[in-house]
């Protein structure tokens, strides 16, 4: 029997977006985020959904 990740057991997306930013540029965003309280991930794909609808 074949066993699934974690991730596809409980419904989440498997797949990968890969960006290449300056090291400045990503350290600039990601602490921004944590000061919003908030996680680089979840922005990004929040910039995504909202350009998609």
Excluded: H, Y
Excluded at 17 to 42: H, M, P, S, V, Y
């Amino acid at each position: 029997m074949r066993t699934w990740p974690v991730a596809a057991a409980q419904g989440k997306k498997a797949s990968q977006l890969i960006l290449r930013l300056g090291k400045e540029n990503r350290d600039a965003f990601a602490g921004l985020c944590r000061d919003l309280d908030t996680t680089a991930a979840r922005e990004i794909r929040r910039f995504i959904q909202r350009i998609l609808t």
